[in-house]
């Protein structure tokens, strides 16, 4: 039996109105930072509740996922980006849609080698990946978690099969930094609130200049200790300044690394076709992103298929 099979009690709570479902290192906290600054929306405090992804949370039920979006709000919403990592997380879509089957998704993209690059050097920093960038590139493949979760518009049409495309925002990470009034006034127009609300604080770049480190045996032994373990109580913006400050001792930089034309080229191989349907979806030709993605042609976008489609 489901967590959602039965009747749905009445806790104090809501439910959400709109999911951001990705993508890793496209944006995400910026997003949700600026989404919780609007006084219509509220999103779920510490971004990612993971609800339809990982089964510890599914397991507690609708009741307790209700119980994450609380004050007043006209909308509610959660920010998580995990939900479009199929295959790490294969039931998202289905489970959500089982709860949640009016909810707008939007879904934040990045240029798809420099996600992957970049949720590298995170993996490096945390400590979850020992291999060089060459060594990564060269052993991947199409089911690869690197590869995967740059592969937009695989992970997107999972997510067509239960909801419509009128109801799913795609919006580009590179508009959100370069045009980011603009960007936040269509993303507040497909949510239905007010898409001229301003703020001081939309003109924040956040992590523009984080350093990701990577803390040396010293440090992980340190981190182990029951008071730095509790810092991950706090909010994510204190505690990552009080995480850099003690741990930066017993750390060492994480250096972005190069890529020659060869590993971009093998890259680009596993994602060139992704990135046409992407095209063909949006109907952007995604010039920001450059070789080997940037072009001149206009795409129309295409009507989606399955269940959900309408």
């Known amino acids: 039996m ?67 979006f609380r004050g007043r709000a006209d909308i509610y919403g959660e920010v998580c980006a995990t939900y479009a990592s199929y295959p790490t997380y294969r039931d998202v ?5 089982s709860v949640i089957p009016d909810a707008k998704l939007i879904y934040l993209v990045r240029d798809p080698i420099e996600r992957i690059v970049s949720q ?33 518009y695989r992970q997107l049409d999972r997510f067509l099969q239960y909801y419509r495309k009128s109801d799913i925002l795609v919006v580009l990470s590179e508009d959100l930094l370069q ?72 750390s060492r930089d994480v250096r972005r690394p190069e890529l020659d034309a060869e590993l971009r080229s093998r890259l680009a191989g596993f994602l060139r076709e992704d990135v046409e349907e992407l095209r063909r979806f949006t109907g952007r030709d995604f010039a920001e992103w450059g070789p080997p993605w940037g072009v001149d042609r206009q795409y129309a976008p295409a009507v989606a298929s399955g269940p959900g489609a309408g």
């Open 2 to 68: 489901s967590c959602v099979d039965g009747p749905i009690r009445s806790p104090k709570g809501h439910l959400p109105d709109f999911v951001v479902i990705g993508a890793l290192k496209a944006g995400t906290t910026s997003l949700d930072f600026y989404l919780h600054r609007h006084p219509q929306i509220r999103t779920a405090p510490g971004k990612e509740v993971r609800f339809f992804a990982e089964e510890l949370p599914w397991s507690r039920g609708v009741d307790w996922y209700r119980s994450h």
């Open 93 to 97: 879509p289905r489970r959500m849609h």
């Open 120 to 152: 590298y050097v995170h993996r490096r920093a945390d400590r979850h990946e020992e291999r060089s960038f060459e060594t990564v590139v060269r052993e991947a493949h199409e089911d690869d978690d690197y590869i995967c979760r740059s592969a937009y």
């Open 179 to 250: 045009d980011r009034q603009s960007t936040l006034r269509k993303v507040f127009r497909f949510l239905g609130v007010r898409e001229d609300h301003d703020s001081p604080l939309y003109r924040l770049r956040l992590h523009k200049s984080v350093r990701k480190r990577r803390l040396t045996p010293t440090g992980v032994r340190i981190s182990r200790l029951a008071g730095f373990r509790s810092l991950g109580a706090l909010p994510p913006g204190p505690r990552w300044q009080i995480q850099r400050m003690l741990y930066w001792p017993f």
